[in-house]
């Protein structure tokens, strides 16, 4: 069963990969959805299974690296952390692939879009599965590949191929972090299996490493690299860069990659390491700190951004940093219990997204939007359902997430944990405040579009309506319905057992009465703050950005990260990399070394033929030299 | 085992080129000199897999040895294979035919000639990686030269001559050193046979101008920093299948000399050297990625990374490690295919657009996208992606010397970062975009012949990035074997001071 469940995407992809136009277009589309929805029923029975009867496998597939001490083996582990990812990833991608039937219907390369996306699948899912860290590596790279492909898909925009490329090297610095991580593990533990990691783990805690003549606690840095890894991936403070361009992909893949699956693969890995991690305040606090950075950092932008998508992605940027501090906290379940509410809501928010520009004609600024509400009112509800469980309005899903979250950060009881539940609350106002605004821009006040007669603005297909309200059901419902299992009291060992492991036991504490209803309070706040600011009366808002108009460029420049990176590390590569080759490489060592060598031999041969000259005298001149020269020699001695 | 299958292997192309010599050489009879020559290498190819079959991996001595006197008294024509040999031979036998299936569209003239030449390297290159001789490797490893030599000279783009020259001049000048060497080791020693000369072992006060004589040698040919500058003019000027025999092939005679001589004879001078070899191999790796990355020229890009490559292989073998010295040769026979496929890539766009630089290129995927799909393969092969043969030996070779050092690890794996930047920003630039010159509105994609050599690089190339073992298998013996003895050398040395 696990074999079906991880191979048949993959199946899929090679089929309307390399089949695809034989086959044509609506066979890739019908295998591809068909096969990752046969995974998505069979991860739902293995999860139910894990519920019930505590299902636990780990099968091997087959050996891969096998080299001296080190023995790795493609493996499929499945226990209730990676059953739970399953979940998420195949029901997620099942609804993107219905989806994107609809919204990719009149591209000509729907087949190798399609299968981009299985192929997607199929990395995602080792990369939960996998039983080692080498395998998780190998899934790592696999959904940032297919993530390159995805973004860079329409190959002739000059823009989508530079965010490609750029996502991938961002990731990939991220990715020398994790693969320096994974030395270190080797190096210390002598195998990069999580169990036989795991168990060595109380055994090393002091051990030191040098580097660079100082000593490290080797845990220590080990979870930091990791960490580095996990930053990539997920878009973190400093190595978030990539996420808001990553937007120039089709939309459903920002729906699946881009907010859903890959980008939450460095919390998996972060939760998946809590053996290691619980082990490392340092990392933990370090953890929380670029948490709570990146989740305000990211809603800062948020607020000021025009483009629908980026919008969007600037708040998955910060639900993610949400996640991360969570783990930082020590509440691993809560972090995942939040990623697997976000990928509903989050994905109904792209997917409605998607719609919106698929009906404005692909336009993505909300400043051309508004007053379409009624013309596309299944997108417009669906869309505030989305925003509502984002905001963590009270009962729907995100309110149990976000909340918890919070709660956990401030019943940690440390500075770091404080501070995170402050940056918490204020991120989550933010959050309310730039979601509602894109709500308020897109759907109300007047219709600022030129391009588009407002007669043509429609709703959706029902192949792209349908997925929608599926997630809306998750968006609402997935909260309540699995926070006990998730969170509750005793979900440490009743649901997640050894998947997790939690050196104390999570506080059974009630946190004090006004945080508990703080938090909601904002989000309903500012419900009305927005409406008037953002519609009613406008005039407030343009006073206030006229005042503080130095800020409002910052913040519209994304804090400069972009240009600041370029200035540092772009530029002087190609700088350098011009004075390696044109003037070492060229002026040096090929002027003093082949070439000044032949010149040297060629000018030496030139003078030799010049002694030569083929007339007697001067021969004969030469002669009486050298002999009168050897007389003097001898006479004088 | 009496049948002499090694002397089979070399001798095979050499006969085979006897025969082509001796044809017609009218326009009809170019056509059959091409299939004799495919013949041949593919036969050779069938028997170097039977080779690969009966071999035994699990002893670590020398087999199908054969010895027979040659000069008498001083050298014998003594050749043999272990785990580290044998898989170099087979990818010289593998990526022969592929050459002589590519030379239709790329050798315009003297196509007979060029198929002789061919035909001799490939039986020199066997030879150099049986060769259990000094004086016969040094035979084998210089007469290398000379058809290379000839195939960028004659064959080879409008500034041949003076790479040729350049290629001749560089490899020569290491070549006399190593000559030196081998005669004072037959002096200090009494004998050239290398399995001799394991057993006795060489006197450590000797062993470090022996190591650097022969360094010198293979740095050169390696190449490493700072004796690289002759390879991006041999690529950039050679046709498609000289630059794909190089790259593929006579590179890694280098490597292996490091591994089968310089650690073999020389184990208390290679301890003693490392900070120098990694110091190079460092460079070599920031360096000219740094320097490919600018490049206009997509041949000389795809020179400079290979010698950012070549700098993992040099770092991995002066681990000293079971992952280290596994992980280079690993690296150097997916090297090998890689190098040659994206040699063979550029090929097929230069035969249609006659020219090489990037910014004339653009967009090409509309119009051939079978070709998109290999060079991607490929791309992502250098780049050492995960599921590619690349990917496994970089890590073994990270693994091995992060053991011995964390901070060249360290540096070490920025290279990773800078390959993935050279190499898509490169595919983008040929690849993805809008056409923007009407050239390449004319290209076709992708015919026959062509597809057969790019999907049969591509194959293995997936096929041991995730399924390895095979190849692992081979050299683990030999490999432990290598490093048992190297370990005992060291220890003896230490304890007689």
Same mark, same amino acid.
């Given at each position: ?17 390399? $089949? ?21 029923? *069979? ?81 995602? *899912? ?53 693969? *320096? ?178 009906? $404005? ?76 605004? *894109? ?152 002027? $003093? ?27 004969? $001149? ?16 | ?497």
């Amino acid at each position: 069963m696990e074999y079906f469940l991880i191979f048949l995407p993959l199946i899929g992809a090679i089929i309307s990969g390399f $089949f695809g136009k034989i086959i044509g277009h609506r066979n890739s589309e019908i295998i591809t959805s068909a096969f990752v929805s046969i995974s998505t029923i *069979l991860s739902i029975f293995i999860f139910y299974n894990v519920i019930e009867n505590n299902y636990e496998n780990n099968l091997i597939i087959s050996t891969w690296i096998n080299s001296g001490s080190l023995n790795v083996n493609w493996a499929i582990k499945i226990d209730t952390l990676s059953s739970v990812m399953l979940v998420v990833v195949t029901l997620i991608s099942s609804l993107v692939h219905i989806y994107s039937i609809g919204y990719m219907s009149h591209d000509p390369h729907r087949s190798r879009f399609m299968s981009y996306l299985s192929l997607f699948t199929f990395a995602m *899912l080792t990369l939960v599965t996998s039983d080692n860290f080498l395998q998780l590596f190998f899934g790592w790279e696999g959904v940032g590949l297919c993530s390159y492909f995805l973004i860079g898909f329409w190959y002739k925009k000059k823009s989508a191929n530079a965010a490609a490329i750029k996502a991938f090297i961002v990731n990939r610095v991220g990715d020398f972090g994790f693969a *320096l991580g994974i030395f270190l593990i080797f190096y210390i533990f002598g195998s990069v299996n999580y169990n036989e990691v795991f168990d060595q783990i109380p055994k090393f805690l002091d051990n030191k490493i040098k580097f660079l003549g100082l000593d490290f606690n080797s845990i220590d840095l080990i979870c930091i690299l990791l960490f580095v890894g996990a930053m990539g991936k997920s878009a973190q403070f400093l190595l978030h860069t990539w996420l808001p361009d990553a937007m120039e992909g089709p939309t459903p893949v920002s729906a699946l990659i881009h907010a859903a699956t890959m980008v939450t693969a460095g919390v998996f890995l972060v939760v998946r390491c809590s053996y290691i991690f619980e082990y490392s305040n340092l990392a933990l606090n370090l953890i929380t700190i670029v948490g709570m950075t990146t989740a305000f950092f990211a809603a800062s932008v948020a607020l000021v951004q025009n483009d629908i998508k980026k919008i969007i992605a600037y708040s998955t940027c910060s639900q993610l940093g949400y996640m991360f501090f969570a783990t930082g906290v020590g509440a691993y379940n809560v972090a995942i219990f939040h990623l697997f509410t976000h990928a509903f809501f989050k994905a109904l928010l792209f997917l409605g997204s998607g719609s919106v520009i698929h009906s $404005f004609k692909n336009e993505q600024d909300i400043t051309n939007m508004g007053g379409s509400w009624r013309k596309m009112p299944y997108t417009w509800i669906l869309m505030i359902i989305g925003t509502l469980a984002l905001t963590g309005f009270p009962f729907l899903s995100g309110y149990y997430s976000k909340d918890a979250i919070i709660e956990f950060a401030y019943l940690k009881g440390n500075t770091s944990g404080y501070f995170a539940a402050g940056v918490g609350i204020l991120t989550a106002f933010l959050t309310s405040i730039y979601s509602w605004r *894109l709500i308020f821009k897109t759907f109300h006040g007047n219709y600022n579009n030129k391009n588009v007669d407002i007669n043509s603005i429609h709703e959706s297909p029902s192949i792209m309506l349908i997925p929608l309200i599926l997630l809306s059901i998750g968006a609402i419902l997935a909260g309540i319905i699995f926070k006990d299992l998730f969170i509750g009291n005793n979900s440490s060992y009743l649901f997640w057992q050894e998947s997790i492991k939690f050196l104390e036991p999570l506080s059974k504490d009630h946190p004090p009465f006004w945080i508990l209803y703080f938090t909601p309070f904002l989000v309903v706040i500012s419900i009305p703050i927005s409406h008037y600011v953002f519609l009613k009366n406008t005039k407030i808002l343009d006073s206030l950005i006229e005042s503080n108009k130095s800020l409002y460029k910052f913040l519209q420049n994304k804090w400069y990260f972009d240009e600041a990176y370029d200035f540092m590390f772009v530029k002087p590569a190609k700088k350098i990399g011009i004075f390696f080759w044109k003037i070492i490489d060229e002026k040096t060592i090929n002027k $003093f070394g082949p070439d000044g060598i032949s010149k040297v031999i060629k000018n030496f041969s030139i003078r030799a033929v010049k002694l030569q000259s083929g007339f007697i005298y001067q021969y004969a $001149f030469i002669m009486l030299l050298g002999f009168s020269i050897l007389l003097t020699f001898f006479i004088i001695q | 085992m009496n049948f002499p299958i090694l002397s089979s292997l070399i001798l095979l192309p050499a006969i085979g080129s006897f025969f082509i010599f001796f044809q017609k050489s009218n326009q009809n009879q170019y056509q059959s000199s091409k299939y004799v020559a495919l013949f041949i290498s593919l036969a050779n190819f069938l028997l170097s897999l039977y080779l690969w079959y009966i071999f035994d991996p699990s002893i670590h001595s020398f087999q199908f040895v054969e010895d027979r006197q040659w000069i008498i008294g001083l050298v014998n024509y003594k050749i043999g294979i272990d785990g580290i040999s044998i898989l170099f031979i087979l990818l010289t036998t593998f990526i022969t035919p592929l050459c002589i299936i590519s030379v239709n569209r790329t050798v315009k003239i003297k196509l007979k000639d060029f198929l002789i030449a061919i035909l001799i390297s490939e039986s020199l290159m066997i030879g150099v990686f049986c060769s259990l001789d000094l004086v016969i490797f040094y035979l084998f490893f210089e007469g290398g030269l000379i058809p290379m030599f000839l195939i960028i000279g004659i064959w080879g783009g409008d500034r041949r001559v003076y790479s040729a020259f350049k290629f001749f001049l560089y490899t020569l000048l290491g070549s006399v050193l190593m000559l030196i060497a081998i005669i004072s080791i037959y002096w200090i020693a009494g004998t050239t046979d290398v399995i001799k000369l394991y057993e006795i072992g060489i006197d450590a006060k000797f062993q470090n101008l022996l190591w650097l004589a022969f360094f010198s040698s293979f740095a050169v040919k390696t190449p490493m920093w700072p004796v690289h500058t002759w390879l991006p003019d041999a690529h950039v000027e050679a046709p498609t299948a000289g630059s794909v025999l190089l790259a593929a092939i006579l590179l890694k005679m280098a490597g292996y000399g490091f591994i089968r001589f310089s650690i073999g004879l020389f184990p208390f001078a290679s301890e003693y050297f490392v900070p120098l070899i990694f110091i190079l191999s460092l460079i070599a790796i920031v360096y000219t990625s740094l320097v490919a990355l600018m490049q206009e020229d997509i041949k000389k890009l795809i020179a400079y990374s290979s010698v950012a490559h070549m700098g993992f292989v040099t770092l991995g073998i002066f681990t000293f490690t079971q992952q280290g010295i596994e992980g280079s040769i690993f690296q150097m026979l997916s090297h090998g295919l890689v190098s040659a496929a994206l040699f063979f890539c550029v090929g097929v766009i230069y035969d249609r657009m006659n020219t090489r630089l990037i910014d004339k290129y653009g967009g090409v995927v509309s119009i051939m996208p079978k070709y998109a799909i290999v060079f991607m393969i490929f791309t992502l092969g250098a780049v050492g992606l995960p599921g590619t043969s690349g990917f496994v030996g970089e890590f073994l070779i990270l693994l091995g010397t992060f053991k011995k050092n964390f901070l060249v690890a360290v540096i070490a794996s920025t290279g990773v970062i800078l390959a993935a930047a050279y190499m898509l920003w490169l595919y983008k630039r040929v690849i993805f975009g809008k056409i923007i010159n009407d050239d390449v509105k004319k290209m076709i994609d992708l015919n026959k012949s062509e597809s057969i050599i790019l999907w049969s690089l591509a194959f293995p190339i997936i096929f041991f990035g995730f399924y390895p073992d095979p190849l692992l298998n081979t050299t683990e013996v030999s490999v432990n074997n290598l490093i048992d003895m190297y370990n005992n050398n060291l220890a003896i040395n230490t304890e007689n001071n």
